[in-house]
């Protein structure tokens, strides 16, 4: 399994970003996919989540300015970020949830993508 994100990068506040993670060596039509967030000190939390119904999850704290989507053709799944807010800054995981529910994490995680949302 190879996840490979990309689009991270320094933003400043009420901009937008779009993270896509690039999947590969399993039924990723079948799987639902995820984007996870890390801050120092802090445990990893989920911002998104959709399965492959399109069914999505999205963090509270997200909702409104965050969309995820997929691309099965792409084997690729999207998060777009707007209205970003310095609260948004971590680095951000790819990852292939349990099944094809967006209720727990699965094994496999992207290298991270580091988002910074600062002035």
């Known amino acids: 399994v190879q996840l490979v994100e990309s689009g991270g990068g320094l933003v400043q506040p009420g901009g937008s970003l779009r993270l896509s993670c690039a999947a590969s060596?399993?039924?990723?039509?079948?799987?639902?996919m995820g984007w996870y967030r890390q801050v120092p000190g802090k445990q990893r939390e989920l911002v998104a989540g959709i399965t492959s119904r399109d069914e999505q999850t999205l963090a509270d704290s997200v909702k409104g300015r965050f969309t995820i989507s997929r691309v099965n053709a792409k084997r690729t799944v999207y998060l777009q970020m707007n209205s970003l807010k310095p609260a948004d800054t971590g680095v951000y995981y790819c990852?292939?949830?349990?099944?094809?529910?967006?209720?727990?994490?699965?094994?496999?995680w992207g290298q991270g993508t580091q988002v910074t949302v600062s002035s």
């Open positions: 060596g399993f039924d990723f039509e079948i799987n639902a």
């Open positions: 990852n292939v949830m349990y099944g094809d529910t967006t209720s727990r994490p699965g094994a496999y």
